[in-house]
């Protein structure tokens, strides 16, 4: 976690990822838990469509993302 790449991505205090994809694993098992498998189907392209929203709005807000930005100008040679 010292190499370089790892140093753009700064540590979060308080944000505990495994705990965060366990509490969602278990709300999507319970939502889905009688569900066919159309619906779970349905279910999925919906949380698709709200996340494409939410990230969607998220990058209108930030015209730029730094991590793009340097990968781009890494990308033309002009390091």
Do not use: C, N
Request: no cysteine.
């Amino acid at each position: 976690m010292s190499s370089p790449l790892w140093q753009r991505f700064p540590i979060e205090p308080g944000l505990h990822a495994v705990e965060m994809k366990d509490r969602l694993q278990e709300r999507v098992i319970e939502d889905t838990k009688d569900a066919s498998p159309a619906a779970v189907v349905d279910y999925f392209r919906e949380a698709s469509r709200r996340f494409r929203r939410q990230t969607d709005r998220a990058q209108a807000e930030s015209a730029t993302s730094p991590v793009l930005v340097h990968d781009a100008d890494r990308s033309s040679g002009s390091d």
